[in-house]
Structures are given as C-alpha cells and as structure tokens.
C-alpha cells in the first residue's frame, strides 16, 4: 500500500519536557489512571471530513490544501486512496476510532442505486483496513444536508419526495454501521430548522422528523444493529432556527415524542459556544438526565458567530469537560471525536499531524488534572458542604417531600433570621488553577 505521509512517522509519547513537535507531550496511551488507560478514557476518532475531504476552501476563496492524494484523476480511485490514507494516519497518530458521514467516504452516483455500489465498494475496503490496522468505527451518520435535494431539509422537508431519499439513505448508513461494526450512529440534522414561520409548519415538520427517528429505531431493531443513537445539538447554522439548538431543546423533543430511551446526545464544544453554553454546561446538563452519549472535540472563537471548529488547545475546557466525563463514569461506547479542522493558512500535509497532536495532548492534560480534582476532592467536598442545609432539619423534609406550603410558612414565621454563605467562587478558580500549575 502507498504511504501518503513520507515527512512523518509514529507519533510517541515523549513527555513534557520534548521539544519534538512530532511527539506527545501528554498523551501517554497505555498509562493507567484511575484504573484504565488513557486510551480507554479519550476514545479519540479522527473524523473522516474535516481531515481526508476538507481543502480549504471559505466562502472568500478557493481551496488551499495540499493533500497527496489529490492527483487521482476519477472519483472512486480518490476516495481509495483517501481511505488508504486514513489509516495511515490513523496508525501513526495511535487513534483508535474514526468517523465518518457516507458521502466522505464515497462519491454520489447518478442515482440512488449506482451510490449505493460505490458505497458497498468503500465498505468493503474500509472493513479490510479495520481489520488490518486494528481500528474501529466510533460512529458514522448520513449527509443529509449538502446536496441541493436537501434545500429544505430531510427529515423536516417540506417535500414527501425527498422524505423518503432520505430514509433510503439513512436505511443504508445504518446498515454501513452495523456492518463495520459501529459503536454509535450519529444524527445532525444540518438542514432540519427553518428561516421563517411565513412558509413554515413547525409543529409538522417536527413531527416528521420524530417519525424518521421512529422509523430507524425499528429498522435497527429489525435488522440487530446494537450501536448507540445520537443527536448532535447545533444552533443558527445553517438554518436560522434549528430544531436541535441544544442539548435542552434536544432533551424536550425526545421526551415529548417518547425516543428518549432510544436515543442520547452527541455534544460539540464549538456548538454550546454558539448556543451561548459552556461546553461543560452542555456535557453536565447531558449527564444530569442520563444522555451523555458521546463529545466532538474542538473549540470555537467567541468573538466570531459561526462554526469555525479548530483544534482544541484550551486546558481549562478539556479539564472541566473530562470532569464531567469522570463523574459520568466514563464515555463509552462514546468517545472524543476530533470535529476540528486546520486553519486555511495550515495547508502542508503535516499541519494535520501537528494540530492532532495538540487536540490530543490538550484533552489528555485535561484528564490528568480531572482526575486529580476528583481524587483529592475539593471542589466536590465543597459543593457538598454548600448543600448541606438539606441533609438534615428542613432542608431533609423538603427532599423527602414531607412537606407543602403551608408547613414551610410555619416554618418561615418562625424563623426570619436567614444567614447565607459565600459561594467561593474566586477561591475555587484558583484552587483548580493550583492544580493546572502544579500538575506534571
């Protein structure tokens, strides 16, 4: 097989003090913490687009990408070698897990059926490569947003048509996963939302939607596909209103159509920005309703309204993310999905290595100093001090439901005297900067 990165080999693990731009820093992979390695917490997968199919190009200007497999000169002999390329890739990064939506990993045909071989075609090249290279697919999802067929969206289109396109297409991405074995199978809705109520039956729409999640719920039944169902929250883009703005807006629409069991959530960093969230906020709402299914790592810039999904490289947010996780008791089957791209300017081959490496060594220095928190305690014996006026008295009453209003009336009258405690939140932050300092 072809090697298409020549300028790079295995990335190691060299410990912080390297000053080899083509090593880990804090990603060990088979260090044990907390009983498991670090492999085992960050379930890292590359995703397929933003690496393999991405070329730069912006609304302003053409592509800028250097890729070594872009003089292939007909579309299936393009995306083998992107395949070949992956894992590659994949290999010498040390990443476990991949993803992919189906249009990635091969072209569209002249029709649904000639689609289809080409994609039976990748599948089982891919499924080869698995074997080969001893990697596995984390999730995979169907596009059902780029082609222009998707104007209006898919699930919540206007057009029965494009409807059923639809459910054929999201048929057969399920049928890929069950095939290569996919832990997960991902929905994101990237045309499902609306621009105005002028032309716009909201209520229909979502309940169109709802009954082509129902309809993959009992094809994945019929057919034993085992993965865990996910729907990634994402606000404004593309739509003005999109139907999964976020993880709480997500949460209602399961629970009001009865799929919450079916289904658990798939948070992105750069989208809670857009949302107005924390990241953290997100994957802690998620858990709190036992839906946290898996992460896309990356981070977004404040100051800019739109999805500019770049590597992760800030400690603070990795290190409140993988709390959450911890306190989770882990990702699995989940994991964390580089959702990230390089920057235009980064367009050599090896740009795509050095970003990995950071995004890796950034959440591996995030679960280190997580996990230290959670060990030593303090910002969790904190918080339990602060509820503690419901462990006992009163405050015990209202947890065990003993009590109405007119008993906390009574209670009120006869004691006005109310004293509360400073929340610490200053001191807090600087307790989880001490640990950011002093971790090696």
Known sequence: MKEYFTNVSKINYEGPNSKNAYSFKYYNPDEVIGGKPMREHLRFAMSYWHTLTANGTDPFGAGTMLRPWDNENDSMSLAKARMEAAFEFMDK????????????????????????????????????????????????????????????????????????????????????????????????????????????DMG?????????????????????????????????????????????????????????????????????????????????????????????????????????????????????????????????PGGLNFDAKVRRPSFEPEDLFLAYIAGMDTFAKGLRIAYKLLKDGPIEDFVKERYSSFNTGIGKEIVEGKVGFKELEKYALENSNIKNKSGRQEMLESIVNQYMLEDK
């Open 204 to 332: 229909f729409e979502l309940d169109n939607f709802a009954r082509l999640l129902k309809m993959a719920v009992d094809y994945a039944k019929e057919i034993g596909f085992k993965g865990q169902f996910l729907i990634e929250p994402k606000p404004k883009e593309p739509t003005k209103h999109q139907y999964d703005f976020d993880v709480a807006t997500v949460l209602g629409f399961l629970r009001k159509y009865k799929l919450d069991k079916y289904f658990k959530i798939n948070i992105e960093a750069n989208h809670a920005t857009l949302a107005g969230h924390t990241y953290e906020h997100e994957i802690c709402l998620a858990r709190n309703n036992n839906a946290l299914g898996s992460l896309d790592a990356n981070q977004g810039d404040p100051a800019l309204g739109w999805d500019t999904d770049q590597f992760p490289t800030n400690i603070y947010n990795s290190t409140f993310a993988m709390y959450e996780v911890l306190k989770n008791g882990g990702i699995a």
């Open 93 to 200: 990064l040390q990443i476990d897990y991949f993803c992919f939506h189906d249009r990635d990993i091969a072209p569209e045909g002249k029709d649904l059926a000639e689609t289809n071989k080409n994609l039976d075609e990748i599948v089982a090249m891919c499924k080869d490569l698995m074997e080969k290279y001893n990697k596995k697919l984390l999730w995979d999802t169907a596009n059902l947003f780029n082609n222009p067929r998707f104007v209006h969206g898919a699930g919540t289109t206007c057009n029965a048509d494009v409807f059923a396109y639809s459910a054929a297409q999201l048929k057969k991405a399920i049928e890929v996963g069950k095939e290569l074995g996919a832990e997960n199978y991902v929905f994101w809705g990237g045309r499902e939302g609306y621009e105005t109520l002028l032309n716009t």
